[in-house]
């Protein structure tokens, strides 16, 4: 899947990756960030 | 998912289109990825949110997937990923990913 250009929704979450981390990885990777969420899995 | 988040997806598939759109996961555990997967594509499994029975059919990635970090400045990745993919048991999130809904198990 190629981010380049792409629309991102950016679902992080807690215990992993948050949402901020992703949206910088795939801004880097040429992506347009749309949303941004570190969910808590309960 | 949490149903707000549902309805915010919702309302970006219908400003954007679903055809422009990736959901990029960051969940290390592997129940919270399958219901954030199932959710984006298939409708929430739950069926309490308003994806209830709503199969957006998104594409779904996740982050500690090869094919994602290679398409990454290595020097951000590893300032924001780095830590968490020494510690975190990055095989079985791959493994994981290659199940989403949508995929044919050979990426």
């Known amino acids: ?42 | 998912m949490d149903p707000e988040n549902q309805d915010r997806i919702m309302g970006l598939v219908d400003e954007h289109g679903a055809g422009d759109l990736v959901v990029v996961l960051g969940a290390a555990d592997l129940e919270s990825l399958e219901v954030a997967a199932e959710t984006v594509t298939v409708g929430d499994p739950a069926y309490v949110g308003p994806l209830a029975g709503v199969q957006l059919g998104l594409p779904v990635v996740h982050i500690l997937e090869e094919d994602v970090k290679e398409q990454v400045d290595a020097g951000v990745y590893d300032e924001q990923v780095g830590l968490l993919e020494m510690t975190l048991d990055v095989d079985q999130v791959r493994e994981a990913a290659k199940k989403f809904p949508g995929r044919d198990g050979s990426s």
């Open chain 1, 1 to 42: 899947m190629k981010l380049d250009g792409k629309k991102v929704i950016a679902l992080g979450e807690r215990d992993g990756v948050s949402g901020p981390a992703i949206a910088a990885c795939v801004q880097s990777a040429g992506a347009d960030v749309v949303f941004v969420e570190t969910e808590c899995f309960v």
